[in-house]
């Protein structure tokens, strides 16, 4: 089969790979049928994450169930079906509280043998282990574009907002307006956030969280602070989204968020940083951290987006082959899309 | 000044009683812009909550502050402001752990000797005590009909689906479409519902329901289980709000409701009555219950009313004098209105 | 093997039965150390719950595994494991939310075909399905007559008060002081619970509930509701269990409970039943109902029982070989055992 | 009357100051009875928080009500009472949330004109104001002793554990043994920790949060991780509490905490400084902060001293006449006492 897979810093290559067999009575393989290019991608692309030369990449994808082991239930061979991100064994002391992202025996699509050794997605086909927590069917009325979102950048947006217990009537602010900040942007509004503020530099993302119901705040031709102090008489939101991942982000989030507000950190952060300590414990402040738990999600996504109440059909910009994959990420890595779907 | 009172059931009055006076330093009196009729007045209109006769009811009012004491802080002379149906001392041991509804010094307008001898608002002026938590300014974008909503009505909705723990994804249910229910239809979808299903057998009021954005189910003419099954996958709501206070209603909840759900209990009950607490056990259901807490949840719903996500407004079916109070009963009890506010 | 069958009501006898194969990867088969004659047990012995005559019953049990199929990962053959008095699959919409007692395919250990059909675990050994869910090594330093007690009655002591919301400072009253009661009582004082009150009619249970750091209240010689004023400078407590399972129960712990406070039914009902839901409602009371989640609460329940803070030790009042099951159930139906453990 | 007064870095002085009067309605005048000398004392001691020369310090104190405005209903003339380091107003919109320490009018006993300008408690008589709130009477089997602790350390103690959610069955960890450190240790019990780890450096103090029921482990001598990871199966802690305020304790606490875990940072942190933000993230922490909300637990912590739960009795190591401040600020620096309480 046809497969993405990663080379060198700055370069991937679509080549034949063996496909996949199942090797578990819980395993299930996937025809792929759309996949997606994410932010996660570009830093294998970028070499920040190593993995091994060769090794296919790639981990949000749709497609339709062509084999199942005995132990499979919840989709059947020919079901149109979304899997995500990760796997999670499900019965491992974190699994058991429901913390699926922390699984004791998580292993991530396409991030080499550190995070799994679990071959991507950006293939024909590919081996879905633990396929009774992971895949589930595509509702009838959603896109393979739409669906292709629930297993991670809508999960994603979801998890920022949820974790940080957003209630009906906050005024909510998310830094950087990336497909997971204008997810969490949709997510805030469905959480009843009375305001959203989305902050960022690129025109065509304030213009796009605008859409979607937020008072767009240009990062540097406008003043973030006194916007927010405006929309709040003085006192901060109650809840800021990191979705930037960087030490200024994370500055900015603390300046913004009210006393006894939540800073919720969906944003990447591999290092050591300085962070004002003295303003988050004056203000009582909560850090939230840690990337999405899309699995413990998945149904309320789900039903989000089948309601079109979630809808990230708009952050599709740019629809390739699977065989243009190395023409993708050249062109995503030059910020000139917001979306790719790889279709094989 | 000009005062609605109760005289026996089914006669209220309009009739002269003396201008209030401040008593306590914390103490504001409220010239009344819009004062509403409720489905309580109702109540003690049909003598069924007993008050002494020329006692002033009403308990829904927005106006004007004409006298404040000293310690009052929140509002001041002048200030177009609205109030809650009841106030709380702000320090007892129910207030200090925020929960208004049930402080031990509670009074609300309009209800008698029982219910703290505090007259209604439904006259030219009002005596507000506790001022400080019972009061706030109305934003200068929310007409008079609209803030009224805020500490009674609306607030009430609010709680039905706050005091539930409505999460973006749910299912909910909504049993009985008058004002509260309404109301409650709106706030589960600022919440995040998925998806709302709204019960009565009143096809206006169904019809109004859809327009917040419910599917309608007539309760005799259509088969509400039914419904409820086809829209869950035969699982059961998440929460069902029993928004009637009858016991049939709360039968059918408890049926509506899926494992583990909660079944919200806002409408009145005042005496025993049979439950299927068979059911409610083997489904383990919660039931959560009691009147709202609208001082709690009254800088929320006044940042949804500000930001348009609740919107009363549609409910207001009659404006009328205060001096036509007598026919305003009258037709309120005849259910012609679904809200009538009074203008002194 | 030899196995306890129930015969018809009053009756069960030990007879022979085939042992147990393995059916799925995930199976395990426990050689049976020592098995628990609960409550539960009772309802089966007279009748109440139908069950197939000839079916093995029992469903507390402590052993060691001596086959185990290829996905079986949390224990191993040779382990000694305590399990659950139920299985979940771990992968439904319920399980997935951490609600393994309703999950959709959750069975139940000797209940008979109604309750998924499994054979109990008063026998020689026992088959367990999704056994990575369901059985957990012993710790070294647990007998086997503490760790029976895990899967059921300590757990389900333990989700009466921590589905509850007991906070370290709060006044607790437990009604009915058999050994979920007595259970509960040492959860609420593990919890933090500043005072519990324990109501029963036997005075042995009472003297018990003492030594656990209760305040004994005798049900009819003493006030159960002057106890409760006296102690919560007439507020009411902040929880009450009803470890009963009776509508005078339940209107005891509606009346003894305080306003915004829980009753917590982890007594069973079945059917309907009078509750006054209008003094439930001017209490603002919260109803949490249903019987336990004992997989969620295992490794909490473990580490407790470890560190022996929960102590079911002085529960047991006999141990019986499993020969002599028959005189068990009778001398438990006489009500002059707290807790049996048989051996096979 | 006499006073302990700042009047410069490493210089208190017992003098002569005017007595006060009731400035408002809602004012309270308390005799001292027993004020304590604090860590945070000890900052003004040492310049680092500044204040005016000759402003009386202190904001611990049990004492008597010896005079009160009309709006005070918490407490009466002649009553024993406790009061909290501050005072909070009740009405704002984050007293309405419960979220006392964050008033927007808040201001602290003893910190100068910066905190509200309200003189200390280390004098013979205190103004009090917002007493419905701040002030509460003392159960009669406290001494003056243990109540002093209810509105500061034990408070603070309660909150590192309560804001944190410690379950019953969690294993926490606490960094710093000072007062307030040694009674998070007895919080931490009180909420039902399966297992305590207290870490510091002075054998004393290890040897106490023994007593207290943790497992000490000394920060240098021993190996703090070895000893989580010994105690936890390698997961880490549930939570951990840094009661130090330093950046290498932080470090310290999010190496000890688990995956999905929390650490409670109650220790002062007052600047920019380096936090592992990349470990914080791929273990998906949360950190909490800020000083305690000590009027909210207050209720709580009376609960539990009055019971014995908590007993901070054990902390004092002096007690001394309010004449002799010098000294005992002198012996404090020194670090020869862990708590004293002077007498006036």
Redesign the interface.
């Known amino acids: 089969m046809q497969a993405v897979t990663f080379q060198a810093p700055g370069e991937v290559r679509v080549e034949e790979r063996p496909e996949p067999e199942l090797l578990?009575?819980?395993d299930a393989i996937v025809r792929v049928r759309a996949t997606g290019v994410c932010g996660s991608d570009l830093h294998i692309f970028h070499g920040r994450v190593a993995i091994e030369p060769g090794f296919t990449i790639g981990h949000e994808y749709v497609g339709e169930v062509v084999a199942a082991g005995?132990?499979v239930?919840?989709v059947a061979v020919g079901d149109r079906v979304l899997g995500c991100f990760q796997t999670a064994?499900?019965?491992c002391?974190?699994?058991?509280?429901?913390?699926f992202?922390?699984c004791d025996e998580s292993r991530t699509f396409g991030h080499g043998v550190a995070l799994g050794a679990l071959q991507g997605t950006q293939a024909d086909l590919a081996l879905v282990p633990r396929a009774?927590?992971t895949l589930r069917r595509v509702p009838a009325n959603l896109s393979d574009d739409v669906a292709l979102f629930a297993g991670d950048v809508a999960g994603t947006g979801?998890h920022a907002?949820?974790s940080a217990g957003v209630?009906?009537?906050?005024?909510v602010a998310v830094l950087g307006l990336g497909p997971v900040g204008l997810m969490a942007v949709q997510?805030a509004r469905?959480?009843?956030a009375?305001?959203v503020l989305a902050i960022d530099t690129v025109v065509d993302r304030l213009a796009m969280a605008e859409r979607f119901g937020a008072q767009g705040v240009h990062l540097t031709e406008a003043d973030p602070r006194a916007a927010v102090k405006a929309a709040t008489e003085g006192?901060g939101v109650d809840v800021c989204v990191d979705a930037v991942g960087d030490?200024r982000a994370?500055e900015l989030a603390i300046r913004l968020t009210g006393?006894?507000g939540v800073v919720s950190?969906i944003g990447?952060?591999?290092?050591?940083?300085?962070?004002?300590?003295?303003l988050?414990?004056?203000?009582?402040?909560?850090?939230?951290?840690?990337?999405a738990n899309v699995?413990?999600?998945?149904?309320?996504?789900?039903?989000?987006l089948?309601?079109g109440?979630l809808d990230p059909a708009p952050l599709v910009t740019h629809h390739m082959p699977l065989a243009d994959a190395p023409e993708a990420y050249a062109l995503y890595d030059r910020r000139e899309a917001l979306k790719i779907v790889l279709t094989p």
Chains 1, 2, 3, 4 share one sequence.
């Not at 988050?280 to 990337?291: D, E, F, N, P, S």
């Not at 699995?295 to 996504?301: F, K, N, P, R, T």
């Open positions: 578990a009575a819980d005995d132990h239930r919840s064994c499900g019965t002391s974190f699994c058991r509280r429901g913390l992202h922390k009774n927590l979801y907002i949820a209630r009906a009537g906050d005024t997510a469905v959480a009843g009375a305001q006192r030490p994370l006393r006894c950190v990447v952060y591999a290092e050591r940083c300085e962070v004002h300590m003295g988050v414990w004056i203000k009582a402040l909560q850090l939230r951290t840690g990337h699995i413990a999600h998945l149904d309320a996504v789900l039903a989000l089948a309601c109440r």
